[in-house]
């Protein structure tokens, strides 16, 4: 996957979005509309989730250790 830790992504559309395996650590995810996007086996560690729409998202399998 990608490697996409410490990106700026709030705010963003990330709809239907394919982060399969990506590293996400310390990402900012904050308001980012994330629906139906697949986050199967991703790295969130300490990602910034507030405010973040996961409605009907993969997260088979996502290490969400520390995320808030």
Not at 12 to 38: I, K, M, P
Not at 58 to 65: E, F, P, Q, V, Y
Request: net charge negative.
């Amino acid at each position: 996957g990608a490697d996409l830790s410490f990106a700026n992504l709030s705010n963003a559309s990330a709809v239907g979005a394919d982060f399969t395996g990506a590293n996400l650590t310390a990402a900012l995810l904050a308001d980012t509309d994330a629906r139906q996007a697949d986050f199967t086996g991703a790295t969130l560690r300490g990602a910034r989730l507030d405010g973040a729409n996961f409605a009907g998202a993969d997260l088979d399998g996502a290490d969400l250790t520390a995320a808030s």
